[in-house]
T-cell receptor, first 117, second 114 residues
């Protein structure tokens, strides 16, 4: 069975602070894919990044960066110089690859990020 | 390019009734998957369709069913509604089925069962 744990239920920071959202996953598969999604109050899940298990390079996209470490089964997400518009619920998700076709995404419980002005 | 469209946006039903939710994927996307989101259970996978066939199914009772049409549009049906079925139902589409396909989600249908 696979599992995604986002231990931080809610984080509140003041605008312009850096913030890191933690994600720890469990899977027995050697090939798998990790995702981060953002869910604003409107409800839609907005795709942020996909990373496969073979690619451990960290990625930076503007103020966003991701640190993938297979040794600790973690895929953490950092927002630099946070802004009020970053306020949302962030989900980490895991999808594995199987011979007969992959299963759906397994999501963590989400981290509610509040950026105060 | 239009995104994933889910209708209706909001729905109120009475316990025991049935409901049908609709999802139109991004043009060209052939895979559609459904998720249920509740405060208690979070986001849970319901099922995934590709080329009009259900390929994967999550751990939900048989009251939850779905189908996909030749134009890739999908519908989800819940029969004999229970109070616990109140949730946000999200649909996601992707180019292909399975593996590392990127998923684009719709805004969801918020179902309230009274």
């Amino acid at each position: 069975a696979q599992k995604v744990t986002q231990a931080q239920t809610e984080i509140s920071v003041v605008e312009k602070e850096d913030v890191t959202l933690d994600c720890v996953y469990e899977t027995r598969d050697t090939t798998y894919y990790l995702f981060w999604y953002k869910q604003p109050p409107s409800g839609e899940l907005v795709f942020l990044i996909r990373r496969n298990s073979f690619d451990e390079q960290n990625e930076i996209s503007g103020r966003y960066s991701w640190n993938f470490q297979k040794s600790t089964s973690s895929f953490n997400f950092t927002i630099t110089a946070s802004q009020v518009v970053d306020s949302a619920v962030y989900f980490c998700a895991l999808r594995f690859r199987s011979g007969g076709g992959a299963d759906g995404l397994t999501f963590g419980k989400g981290t509610h990020l509040i950026i105060q002005p | 390019k239009a995104g994933v469209t889910q209708t209706p946006r909001y729905l109120i039903k009475t316990r025991g009734q049935q409901v049908t939710l609709s999802c139109s994927p991004i043009s060209g996307h052939r895979s559609v998957s459904w998720y249920q989101q509740t405060p208690g259970q979070g986001l849970q996978f319901l099922f995934e369709y590709f080329s009009e066939t259900q390929r994967n199914k999550g751990n939900f009772p048989g009251r939850f069913s779905g189908r996909q049409f030749s134009n890739s549009r999908s519908e989800m049906n819940v029969s004999t509604l229970e109070l616990g079925d109140s949730a946000l139902y999200l649909c996601a589409s992707s180019w292909t089925q399975g593996q590392g396909s990127g998923y684009t989600f719709g805004s969801g249908t918020r179902l309230t069962v009274v």
